[in-house]
Every structure is written in structure tokens, then in C-alpha cells.
T-cell receptor, first 107, second 114 residues
Framework: GQNIDQPTEMTATEGAIVQINCTYQTSGFNGLFWYQQHAGEAPTFLSYNVLDGLEEKGRFSSFLSRSKGYSYLLLKELQMKDSASYLCAVGAGKSTFGDGTTLTVKP | DSGVTQTPKHLITATGQRVTLRCSPRSGDLSVYWYQQSLDQGLQFLIQYYNGEERAKGNILERFSAQQFPDLHSELNLSSLELGDSALYFC?????????????FGPGTRLTVL
């Protein structure tokens, strides 16, 4: 089966750095995705990790440790528009999504 | 704009009714996925089609069915609707059929069952 855990909510301050963690237990693994979803809108792709290590893409970075079943999404220089839900998804035949972490960025 | 289109954008109907949601994937994508997202809940995977064939099934109710047509568009049919079926229904598409492909999501159909 598939089990993905993320914190439900996080709050951070504009300009700060925030790390959103994701742990997973899956019967297979073909990579880990992070998506961003603003309220009432469609999820949009942020990053994909298939090998261990850090992938950096502008203000967003994503880290993966396959041996630990662990990933995190790092958001730097937070902006108000980063307030959204962040979904961790594991690809293993078909992608399974976590319930998402709702991030609130405060001024 | 992801390139995935969904119609209608909003749908209001009554309990016991049947509705059809439509999705057109991005040009070149062969896989279509359907998800249900109820209020304040995560994405629940319903079903995946790849090049016209059912590829994977999630927690899809027997009252729900889907198909993918030769032109690769897909329809999700929801019947005997209940209040609890009110949700956002997203369609996503990807190039291939494995879990390694990025999924691109449509804008969703908001279904309200009264």
C-alpha cells in the first residue's frame, strides 16, 4: 500500500525560509513529486526527484532520501503569493498524493 | 495554462441524478487521470486511462465510471449522485503511463449536489 505523511498546516513570515517535510511508505517507488495548489485551483508541478539529493529551482528546492523514505520542499525568500497547499506525491505505478500542507505566509 | 481542458467548470444538480464530466488532455499526452478533491481534503485518485485502456484504478465508487475515446479525450460519469459527491473533480494528463511522468492538471469541475 501507499502511505504519505505531511504536516497539515505551517505558518511563516514573508522573506523567511520554510521547509515542508514529507515521509512515505510505498510498495514501489518511481520518484517523488511536489505540487503547489492555490485554493480552488488546479495543482501545478514544482519539482521531481528520483535520485537522492537536492534539486534546486530558483527559490524552491526539493530533497530526497530514498533510504529514509523522506523528502522536503524548501521555499526561500517567501512571498505572500506562496500561501498555498503543497502536495507531496509518490510515483509508483500511479502517483499517490499526500493530503497536502497548507502554508500561510504572513507579512 | 496547463493545456488540459475540462468542461463544464461548474455543475449543480440534484441527488439521484447523473452527470458527465469531460476532459481533453494536453497535445501529445496519452494518459488521463481523474481525481476527486472534497472540501479541505487531499486529492483522491479515481482512475487512469492510457491510450484508451484502463491502466490503474483507485478508490472509485461503482456508481462512477470513465472512459477514454480514440481522440484521447476522457469522460467521467457519475450516477445516482449523493450529497457527499459534491467536490472538485480534476483531470490530469501525462505523456506516459508510469508514475515517473509529471501530471498536468486541468482547471477542474466543481460539482455541487443539492
Amino acid at each position: 500500500g501507499q502511505n504519505i505523511d505531511q504536516p497539515t498546516e505551517m505558518t511563516a513570515t514573508e522573506g523567511a525560509i520554510v521547509q515542508i517535510n514529507c515521509t512515505y511508505q510505498t510498495s514501489g517507488f518511481n520518484g517523488l513529486f511536489w505540487y503547489q495548489q492555490h485554493a480552488g485551483e488546479a495543482p501545478t508541478f514544482l519539482s521531481y526527484n528520483v535520485l537522492d539529493g537536492l534539486e534546486e529551482k530558483g527559490r524552491f528546492s526539493s530533497f530526497l532520501s530514498r533510504s529514509k523514505g523522506y523528502s522536503y520542499l524548501l521555499l526561500k525568500e517567501l512571498q505572500m503569493k506562496d500561501s498555498a497547499s503543497y502536495l507531496c506525491a509518490v510515483g509508483a505505478g500511479k502517483s499517490t498524493f499526500g493530503d497536502g500542507t497548507t502554508l500561510t505566509v504572513k507579512p | 495554462d496547463s493545456g488540459v481542458t475540462q468542461t463544464p467548470k461548474h455543475l449543480i444538480t440534484a441527488t439521484g441524478q447523473r452527470v458527465t464530466l469531460r476532459c481533453s488532455p494536453r497535445s501529445g499526452d496519452l494518459s488521463v487521470y481523474w481525481y476527486q478533491q472534497s472540501l479541505d481534503q487531499g486529492l483522491q485518485f479515481l482512475i487512469q486511462y492510457y491510450n484508451g485502456e484502463e491502466r490503474a484504478k483507485g478508490n472509485i465508487l461503482e456508481r462512477f465510471s470513465a472512459q477514454q475515446f480514440p481522440d484521447l479525450h476522457s469522460e467521467l460519469n457519475l450516477s445516482s449522485l449523493e450529497l457527499g459527491d459534491s467536490a472538485l473533480y480534476f483531470c490530469a494528463s501525462s505523456v506516459g503511463s508510469s508514475g515517473t511522468d509529471t501530471q498536468y492538471f486541468g482547471p477542474g469541475t466543481r460539482l455541487t449536489v443539492l
